[in-house]
């Protein structure tokens, strides 16, 4: 009963958007994510003079202010990177406090970055990053400003200010892969990524996957999406309904003339897919759907049932739908100052709208393992 309770709940969900909508399954990529490898301290250096992050004065109190000061090695100006699971990080200074913008000063006229208790749920405490060229900005992930050096300030300290991001050399850094090598491009790319796709989620826009080739349809692997056990006395069959939609409006540019760039528009579903290439939170953020404009006319649901069930045999339905491959990368920001790109050569695979090569209903002797079995029972 469990095995078909996960069929119903997961596998046939999915199945029965397959049929409505446009499903993306990353399949590979030249650039795919393997889990932020970002761990340890490091120096982040400013493109301000090449000053680096300080605590000024390397106090230890909450509260205190963050400056870009001449690099002397202290432990003040040595800062961790601590990333959560959706690509955003804790940023922790020398003493253990985490960074956290504070209120505007009217006195110095700015928002200073200070120093706060961690507490694990303040979102003011998260961070992301964003490439621009080969440095980065860092964002705060509560209201997206940037981590900003005041370059000219009466009391001659370069403090660090919160403000509206405008990728100048004052909000841009660069982090010291020679004082620790985890802070490579590729691991900070990927952990840029991996929030970039949990903005995707809130916001769909902000995100697409540019295909440069697009495959002929083809017959795509089979699923199961319902599995049922005989029982030693045997079944009178089981029965699997999904719903298929025809679009009235397409959401994939389909034709692949040489320097043709098709657009693959993406929303973001929750479905949990086994596909080799990138790493579970990666994957799950990346597979999403894209709904199409339909009317009441436009669906029909068909039943399949797979017939008796013998004593200690399996019934099933599968279904195998017909695909095609997109080759490509994804673009965050697209249209901006700041967009870029990510994951050049990735391979989706696309199911084609309201399109299904074969689906079996029927007894087999063995139990469907959930990625799909041979036709023959």
Same mark, same amino acid.
């Given at each position: 009963?469990?095995?078909?309770?996960?069929?119903?709940?997961?596998?046939?969900?999915?199945?029965?958007?397959? /049929?409505?909508? $446009?499903?993306?399954?990353?399949?590979?990529?030249?650039?795919?994510?393997?889990?932020?490898?970002?761990?340890?301290?490091? $120096?982040?250096?400013?493109?301000?003079?090449?000053?680096?992050? @300080?605590?000024?004065?390397?106090?230890?109190?909450? =509260?205190?202010? +963050?400056?870009?000061? #001449?690099?002397?090695?202290?432990?003040?100006?040595?800062?961790? /990177?601590?990333?959560?699971?959706?690509?955003?990080? /804790?940023?922790?200074?020398?003493?253990?406090?985490?960074?956290?913008?504070?209120?505007?000063?009217?006195?110095?006229?700015?928002?200073?970055?200070?120093?706060?208790?961690?507490?694990?749920?303040?979102?003011?405490? &998260?961070?992301?990053?964003?490439?621009?060229?080969?440095?980065?900005?860092? %964002?705060?992930?509560?209201?997206?400003?940037? +981590?900003?050096?005041?370059?000219?300030?009466?009391?001659?300290?370069?403090?660090?200010?919160?403000?509206?991001?405008?990728?100048?050399?004052?909000?841009?850094?660069?982090?010291?892969?020679?004082?620790?090598?985890?802070?490579?491009? !590729?691991?900070?790319?990927?952990?840029?990524? &991996?929030?970039?796709?949990?903005? *995707?989620?809130?916001? #769909?826009?902000? *995100?697409?996957?540019?295909?440069?080739?697009?495959?002929? !349809?083809?017959?795509?692997?089979?699923?199961?999406?319902?599995?049922?056990?005989?029982?030693?006395?045997?079944?009178?069959?089981?029965?699997?309904?999904?719903?298929?939609? &025809?679009?009235?409006?397409?959401?994939?540019?389909?034709?692949?003339?040489?320097?043709?760039?098709?657009?693959?528009?993406? %929303?973001?579903?929750?479905?949990?897919?086994?596909?080799? =290439?990138?790493?579970?939170?990666?994957?799950?953020?990346?597979?999403?759907?894209?709904?199409?404009?339909?009317?009441?006319?436009?669906?029909?649901?068909?039943?399949?049932?797979?017939?008796?069930? #013998?004593?200690?045999?399996?019934?099933?339905?599968?279904?195998?739908?017909?695909? %095609?491959?997109?080759?490509?990368?994804?673009?965050?920001?697209?249209?901006?100052?700041?967009?870029?790109?990510?994951?050049?050569?990735?391979?989706?695979?696309?199911?084609?709208?309201?399109?299904?090569?074969?689906?079996?209903?029927?007894?087999?002797?063995?139990?469907? @393992?959930?990625?799909?079995?041979?036709?023959?029972?």
């Amino acid at each position: 009963m469990s095995r078909l309770r996960r069929s119903a709940t997961s596998l046939a969900v999915l199945v029965a958007t397959l /049929l409505s909508s $446009v499903i993306l399954l990353p399949a590979t990529s030249a650039q795919a994510a393997t889990g932020s490898a970002v761990s340890g301290e490091t $120096v982040v250096r400013s493109k301000v003079d090449n000053r680096v992050l @300080d605590v000024f004065g390397g106090n230890a109190d909450t =509260g205190h202010w +963050m400056n870009a000061y #001449p690099s002397n090695g202290g432990a003040n100006q040595k800062f961790a /990177l601590h990333p959560l699971d959706n690509g955003s990080f /804790l940023f922790k200074t020398h003493s253990g406090l985490c960074l956290q913008p504070g209120s505007w000063d009217a006195w110095h006229r700015l928002r200073p970055v200070t120093q706060q208790l961690c507490n694990g749920q303040e979102q003011w405490q &998260k961070w992301f990053l964003q490439p621009v060229g080969s440095a980065w900005i860092i %964002k705060n992930a509560a209201d997206s400003q940037c +981590m900003d050096v005041v370059t000219s300030h009466y009391d001659g300290v370069k403090w660090l200010n919160m403000w509206p991001c405008h990728g100048a050399y004052n909000q841009l850094w660069t982090f010291d892969t020679g004082v620790n090598s985890s802070f490579s491009d !590729a691991n900070l790319k990927a952990l840029a990524a &991996k929030y970039g796709m949990t903005l *995707c989620q809130q916001t #769909p826009s902000t *995100c697409k996957f540019d295909a440069t080739t697009i495959s002929t !349809a083809a017959a795509g692997n089979p699923v199961c999406v319902l599995d049922v056990n005989g029982g030693p006395n045997g079944n009178p069959g089981s029965t699997y309904t999904y719903t298929e939609t &025809k679009a009235t409006s397409t959401v994939v540019v389909d034709h692949t003339s040489t320097g043709i760039t098709a657009t693959v528009a993406v %929303k973001v579903t929750g479905f949990d897919l086994v596909d080799a =290439g990138l790493d579970v939170t990666f994957k799950q953020l990346w597979e999403r759907t894209t709904t199409v404009s339909t009317s009441a006319s436009d669906t029909t649901s068909r039943t399949y049932n797979t017939g008796p069930i #013998p004593a200690n045999k399996w019934g099933a339905v599968i279904v195998q739908p017909t695909v %095609k491959t997109y080759t490509g990368s994804f673009r965050f920001n697209p249209g901006s100052w700041d967009q870029w790109d990510w994951g050049t050569g990735t391979q989706l695979t696309v199911q084609v709208p309201s399109t299904m090569t074969r689906v079996t209903a029927s007894w087999f002797e063995t139990e469907c @393992d959930g990625k799909g079995k041979s036709f023959t029972g």
